[in-house]
């Protein structure tokens, strides 16, 4: 091996053993409540809602396919074997999204409207991501905290464009931009 090839391969390991150190360290503060975690709902196959979308009729939104539900059920084992068993699981309103939290099995769901999505209305970004941010800073602190969202919300929240199905844990007090700790891909 050339000298430059071993230097080259040593910063790609004190790389590589830095960001494994930080996911170490963002997985303590949230199971301390120090942070939370922010997950877009599992994989639901499409964009946006159908045009008879009705808040109160899963039928009529889009909803979580069989890898969506799959994939929720891999983050509740992810996150028992974390450590994190019993946290406080709050949703948006969507169907997706409540399923997500729901297939997990970790405990029971509440609803936080400020977590819904505002795809169809873009108008409502600054005002819904302040609003998200001062209702999640009034929660006791220390309270280990999982929020399920929306794509859209969450790059207002986090400039982040998450896939489906992943997560980000993000420093508590929140602040917009919000501090991303790490990004846990979907398990």
């Given at each position: 091996m050339t000298r430059s090839a071993a230097l080259l391969l040593c910063a790609w390991l004190a790389v590589l053993s830095s960001s494994q150190a930080s996911e170490i360290a963002a997985w303590d503060a949230l199971r301390e409540g120090r942070a939370v975690l922010l997950l877009r709902h599992a994989t639901a196959p499409g964009m946006g809602d159908p045009a008879n979308f009705d808040l109160s009729d899963c039928r009529t939104q889009r909803n979580l396919d069989r890898r969506g539900?799959?994939?929720?059920?891999?983050?509740?084992?992810?996150?028992?074997?974390?450590g994190i068993a019993r946290p406080r699981l709050l949703s948006s309103r969507w169907c997706r999204a409540r399923d997500t939290a729901r297939e997990m099995g970790l405990g029971a769901v509440e609803p936080l409207p400020e977590l819904d999505s505002f795809y169809e209305d873009r108008l409502q970004a600054a005002g819904q991501t302040a609003q998200l941010v001062e209702a999640v800073n009034a929660l006791m602190p220390g309270t280990v905290m999982l929020l399920v969202s929306h794509q859209v919300n969450i790059t207002a929240l986090t400039g982040v464009y998450p896939a489906s199905g992943e997560g980000l844990i993000l420093a508590r007090p929140l602040k917009v931009p919000a501090q991303v700790l790490a990004r846990i891909p979907p398990p």
């Amino acid at each position: 091996m050339t000298r430059s090839a071993a230097l080259l391969l040593c910063a790609w390991l004190a790389v590589l053993s830095s960001s494994q150190a930080s996911e170490i360290a963002a997985w303590d503060a949230l199971r301390e409540g120090r942070a939370v975690l922010l997950l877009r709902h599992a994989t639901a196959p499409g964009m946006g809602d159908p045009a008879n979308f009705d808040l109160s009729d899963c039928r009529t939104q889009r909803n979580l396919d069989r890898r969506g539900r799959e994939q929720a059920r891999r983050w509740g084992r992810l996150l028992r074997s974390q450590g994190i068993a019993r946290p406080r699981l709050l949703s948006s309103r969507w169907c997706r999204a409540r399923d997500t939290a729901r297939e997990m099995g970790l405990g029971a769901v509440e609803p936080l409207p400020e977590l819904d999505s505002f795809y169809e209305d873009r108008l409502q970004a600054a005002g819904q991501t302040a609003q998200l941010v001062e209702a999640v800073n009034a929660l006791m602190p220390g309270t280990v905290m999982l929020l399920v969202s929306h794509q859209v919300n969450i790059t207002a929240l986090t400039g982040v464009y998450p896939a489906s199905g992943e997560g980000l844990i993000l420093a508590r007090p929140l602040k917009v931009p919000a501090q991303v700790l790490a990004r846990i891909p979907p398990p």
